[in-house]
């Protein structure tokens, strides 16, 4: 059998050359010229698969874009592996911060440029690849590989999940891998053991039928603007809680364990708000900044509009205002008393003159990993491997919304392996992913089958 590094070393620029492909497609979810480009990402990815010697077929979701499935040619007896990513990307806008075409990949200083780079398509591009390696030797571990890949992540909506619930069979497994999160640092190879859940809404008011002299009906009109800004501003109390009434039940105080892991994570305040290109920032009261973007809920606007925003002035009442915001919630928060307790938190404090909508765009909970798994000394060890370093354990501030859906219908053996890496500019400009990361993550994928059979 030909070792995994000696394989690296022989195929890596075929390897490259085929991850630059799979990124030359644009495939962003959240905008419908793209319709076409996520399907032909799609039917890459089948095509690949087929090409070697998985089976593959691509699945109808709704409204949505078409999920791929895989597998391995079935040893019966097996256990069963399933891993999960997901080919659509963010927009690239705006476009004029990109040094490169965020769709011409290009390999600069260690590290490969483009859309997808490092979410996801990079890190999902490992397990395919440790897939080709297992495929093209003789003697594979006796594991089932299923790959199951979404062109929907970005853009929210719970068509995956209804898409998963209605797939158990096909999508059945022992444990479930997926590279969608981030290294702690540089050198610090992590497992992603929490991610938070998001909830998202836009909230519109409408005041007067139509714009309005401020001058002859100010002052009696009440101000979809003004309101706007009254009630998100009382989002907040002083000490940056959320003031919805209730919000804090679920959140649980992190356990003496907890703390003392946090503790030790090497993280240096200064040097997080360098990466954000601030000089410092405030959040919740009495608690450090690790633990505000990992453990605690937050709540964000993301955009506000309304009224007059041209050239010059214009004196109006305008007639609606709207806003875009999430909440990240931790474990045990549940989306749905979120919706229902912020709904009645908005209407109470909507006056005379104003009408509100408050439309869910999407809407998932946090995850908490049991570490004490089998599985999860597989993937220490498979990291260890991959990295030559031993993994640290993470909860992570972002979200996977479905991870929640899969432990619990599929299986609690879930396994996040971080290979991107927090400075890689995800969702921004000049998104990059640094290959060193990705020969790793290969190598990590690979020892991760035979560890897997280990288990048995
Ligand atoms: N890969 C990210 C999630 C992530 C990032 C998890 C870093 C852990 C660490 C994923 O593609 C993403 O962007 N998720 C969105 C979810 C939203 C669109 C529902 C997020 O977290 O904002
Ligand atoms: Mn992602
Ligand atoms: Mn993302």
């Known amino acids: ?25 644009p495939s962003i979810s959240a905008q419908t010229e793209h319709e076409e480009d996520c399907r032909k990402t799609a039917e890459w990815l089948r095509d690949y698969f087929l090409k070697i010697g998985f089976s593959s077929q691509l699945f109808p979701v709704s409204t949505n874009h078409p999920m791929v499935y895989a597998e391995s040619p079935f040893i019966p007896g097996a256990k069963t592996l399933l891993i999960y990513g997901h080919y659509d990307v963010q927009p690239v806008d705006p476009l004029e911060l990109w040094e490169t075409a965020p769709f011409e990949p290009v390999e600069k200083d260690g590290y490969l440029y483009g859309r997808g780079t490092s979410d996801d398509k990079g890190p999902l591009f490992t397990h395919i690849a440790a897939a080709k390696f297992w ?48 290294q702690f640092a540089p050198g610090c190879p992590s497992i992603t053991c929490g991610l938070r859940g998001v909830a998202a809404y836009e909230l519109t008011l409408f005041g007067p039928r ?28 002083s000490d940056r809680r959320i003031t919805i009434p209730g919000f804090y039940d679920a959140v649980k105080r992190l356990s003496p364990e907890d703390e003392e892991q946090l503790r030790f994570l090497p993280f240096d305040d200064a040097a997080f708000f360098e990466s954000a290109g601030v000089s410092g920032g405030i959040g919740e009261a009495d608690m450090s900044v690790l633990e505000r973007i990992t453990t605690r809920p937050t709540f964000d606007i993301n955009g506000i509009t309304g009224g007059y925003q041209g050239e010059g002035g214009k004196t109006i009442i305008p007639a609606k205002a709207s806003a875009k915001f999430t909440f990240r919630l931790v474990p045990n928060q549940d989306p749905e008393w979120l919706t229902a307790a912020l709904s009645h938190w908005l209407e109470e404090r909507i006056p005379e003159g104003i009408e509100m909508k408050l439309d869910v765009e999407g809407t998932s909970g946090g995850y908490l990993l049991d570490l004490d798994r089998p599985c999860m000394k597989a993937a220490a060890h498979a ?47 000049n998104e990059h992913f640094c290959l060193t990361d990705f020969w790793r993550g290969i190598k990590t994928n690979v020892k991760l089958w035979q560890e897997l059979t280990a288990l048995d």
Not at 2 to 25: H, Q
Not at 146 to 172: C, N, P, Q, W, Y
Not at 419 to 427: L, M
């Open 210 to 237: 139509q714009d309005l002299h401020s001058g002859m009906f100010g002052g009696a009109v009440t101000n979809p603007c003004t309101i706007l800004m009254e009630i998100l501003g009382e989002m907040h109390d």
């Open 1 to 25: 059998m030909l070792s995994i590094t000696d394989y690296l070393s022989e195929n890596s620029e075929i390897l490259k050359k085929e991850l630059f492909e799979l990124l030359r497609i």
């Open 383 to 429: 990291m260890e491997f991959g990295f030559g370093r031993s993994p640290f354990f993470v909860r992570e501030g972002g979200s996977i919304p479905i991870v929640a859906a899969f432990s619990k219908l599929l299986t609690p053996n879930v396994m996040l392996l971080a290979y991107s890496q927090k400075t890689d500019n995800a969702h921004g400009p």
């Open 135 to 182: 495929m093209s030797q003789e003697n594979r571990p006796h594991l089932n590989v299923k790959f199951i890949l979404e062109g929907d992540e970005e853009s929210s909506g719970s068509a995956t999940e209804i898409f998963v619930r209605e797939h158990t069979d096909l999508l059945s497994c022992d444990y479930l891998a997926l590279s969608d999160s981030t």
